[in-house]
């Protein structure tokens, strides 16, 4: 199977502009989270999609959004860059079954790395 | 905040078993333990987990206290490839229905010297 993939790998953007990544889970999972990583503050969790809905979201302001298409598929989008935003970008995928605590294990890509300036 | 405690840093031989602590003293009886690990320049990798019972696999060993207040990893015969940062987690449970959510530390720096 092939793993999860992530477009683009590197990012170079300006203070205010915005930016979106792109996501290809692996084939049958329907659940695919997103999670920033900076030296600072470790890994945190953005927000979780499964089956086109936002089923978690972590404590990210409301420049950070995301979607899912029917094929699983996920973006995310951040408006209004600032130089803070500047990150190692994860996405994860599982299979995200309802009720099914063991199916929570994710599996991730190799991370977009974005360069706010 | 990170609901798990781990050291910062730990060394190992290799081919030696490397054993690597976790704290998780306010874990929740349906809050499950899981271990991923980062090799440098790559997204994270799963390991293990566990609920209460030792949990082993083609990777490693996971061994939870029978309080499940602190686990254990255990990669049995270390490689120099199995450096990396490796994370503990609890899966959180937030208030309501079924959403969970990953709580990440700062993890353990585990070096295999030669």
């Known amino acids: 199977k092939a793993g999860v993939t992530q477009t683009p790998r590197y990012l170079i953007k300006t203070r205010g502009q915005q930016v979106t990544l792109s996501c290809s889970p692996i084939?049958?999972?329907?659940?695919v989270s997103w999670y920033q990583q900076t030296p600072g503050q470790g890994l945190q969790f953005l927000f979780e999609?499964?089956?086109?809905?936002?089923?978690n979201k972590g404590n990210f302001p409301g420049r950070f959004s995301g979607r899912q298409f029917s094929n699983s598929r996920s973006e995310m989008n951040v408006s209004t860059l600032e130089l803070g935003d500047s990150a190692l970008y994860l996405c994860?995928?599982?299979?995200?079954?309802?009720?099914?605590?063991?199916?929570?294990?994710?599996?991730f890509g190799p991370g977009t790395r974005l360069t706010v300036t | 905040d990170a609901k798990t405690t781990q050291p910062t840093s730990m060394d190992c031989a290799e081919g030696r078993a490397a054993n690597l602590p976790c704290n998780h003293s306010?874990?929740?009886?349906?809050?499950?333990v899981y271990w991923y690990r980062q090799i440098h320049s790559q997204g994270p990798q799963y390991i293990i987990h566990?609920?209460?019972?030792?949990e082993t696999n083609e990777m490693a060993s996971l061994i939870i206290t029978e309080d499940r207040k602190s686990s254990t990893l255990i990669l049995p015969h270390a490689t120099l490839r199995d450096t990396a940062v490796y994370y503990c987690?609890?899966?959180?449970?937030?208030?309501?229905?079924?959403?969970?959510?990953?709580?990440w530390g700062a993890g353990t720096k585990l070096i295999i010297k030669p």
């Open positions: 994860a995928s599982s299979l995200g079954a309802v009720g099914g605590l063991s199916s929570y294990e994710q599996y």
């Open positions: 084939s049958g999972h329907r659940s």
């Open positions: 999609y499964f089956s086109e809905t936002q089923r």
């Open positions: 306010t874990i929740s009886g349906n809050e499950y």
């Open positions: 566990g609920l209460k019972n030792n």
């Open positions: 987690i609890v899966r959180v449970s937030l208030e309501m229905d079924s959403n969970y959510q990953l709580i």
